[in-house]
């Protein structure tokens, strides 16, 4: 589907495929979680006007990409990490080892839901990686980490493996990367990590999306915490070895997001990351979605979402660089540093 502004068309694009609109619900423990009526674009993903990729190389940017690229590689050696799946258990003790090392503290949040297809429970768990949590003002970084079930794009093997370097994997890798630079934060304001679980539990078209970060948003919105997220920046699909990366429409039509987009990309201006457009934006639909309207929080999506491995077998660390790794970490990194010191 695709809709014309004046000033440019406008893909619309949903992490999934498929043709007609949903609107799903998910009951967890008695709960009704409403689902988000999702546009399903029909094909793949149409590049914009290409990005002109930056001059930098590896060690012009203080950001390791190269070891986040290896922990990168560290997930996909898991393979497929469905929510509910061993493969799932082992990312989260992983994960979990990792950030509690570099001094987070790290809890949980659990929840379980119906299996589409059978109908039995399925465990699945958001992780929440807490820097500095005595701070009340705080910023949310997050990621899905689950992948989907199976690559159903694939023309060759749509009931293959799906390892999703790219996508669920990238960036995962890079707040595991980023951790290295919050133990010693300076400033104000805390920082929470989140990797939502169930991001695509989706085996056939119908079945809910985003059920990891809608259940977040919820809790957050009907808990009342002691603390408040000033700003958040959803990070999906930053791997990409072709890198571009668009504003999305929602981050850009919604008045209090505006100004953090503003700030992210002025940012890569300023560090000479040319692969940080507002020349066209994708109209995606992402966890960013269920902060903001469930949980009131301001999130934008960093998203390159033209990659045209999307849901495919090929979504392998080869597909993936150090570099494209780098030049996103690079970019939150320095926004983060500002927006603490301010």
Request: with cysteine; proline share 6%.
């Amino acid at each position: 589907m695709k809709s014309m502004t004046a000033a440019a068309p406008t893909q619309h694009a949903a992490k999934s495929t498929g043709q007609n609109a949903l609107l799903a619900a998910v009951v967890i423990g008695g709960a009704v979680v409403m689902g988000y009526l999702l546009l399903f674009y029909d094909g793949a993903p149409a590049a914009p006007a290409a990005a002109i990729p930056s001059r930098l190389d590896l060690e012009d940017i203080p950001f390791d990409g190269q070891r986040a690229f290896d922990y990168l590689e560290q997930i996909c050696a898991i393979g497929p990490r469905v929510s509910g799946s061993p493969g799932m258990a082992q990312q989260q003790k992983l994960l979990t080892d990792h950030f509690e090392k570099l001094g987070a503290n790290v809890r949980r949040q659990e929840f379980r839901v119906r299996d589409p297809l059978t109908g039995q429970p399925v465990s699945m768990a958001n992780l929440i990686v807490e820097w500095h949590p005595e701070r009340k003002e705080r910023i949310l970084l997050c990621t899905h980490y689950d992948t989907r079930p199976f690559p159903d794009r694939d023309k060759r093997n749509p009931r293959g493996t799906f390892v999703g370097a790219n996508d669920g994997g990238s960036g995962t890798a890079l707040l595991m990367e980023l951790a290295h630079q919050m133990r010693d934060l300076p400033g104000e304001l805390g920082v929470d990590f989140v990797l939502f679980d169930g991001e695509e539990y989706v085996f056939q078209e119908g079945h809910p999306y985003f059920i990891g970060s809608e259940w977040f948003a919820s809790e957050y919105a009907s808990g009342k915490p002691p603390y408040h997220y000033r700003w958040g920046i959803l990070l999906d699909m930053v791997g990409d070895a072709n890198l571009q990366i668009y504003p999305d429409t929602h981050s850009m039509k919604w008045p209090d997001t505006r100004p953090l987009v503003k700030q992210v990309w002025d940012t890569a201006k300023r560090l000479g990351v040319s692969e940080f457009s507002m020349q066209r934006r994708w109209d995606v639909l992402d966890d960013h979605i269920r902060l903001h309207d469930i949980g009131g929080i301001s999130c934008i999506d960093i998203i390159d979402f033209h990659y045209p491995y999307w849901h495919t077998e090929q979504d392998v660390p080869e597909k993936c660089s150090a570099l494209s790794l780098a030049k996103v970490g690079w970019v939150v990194q320095e926004w983060l540093q500002g927006a603490v010191k301010k």
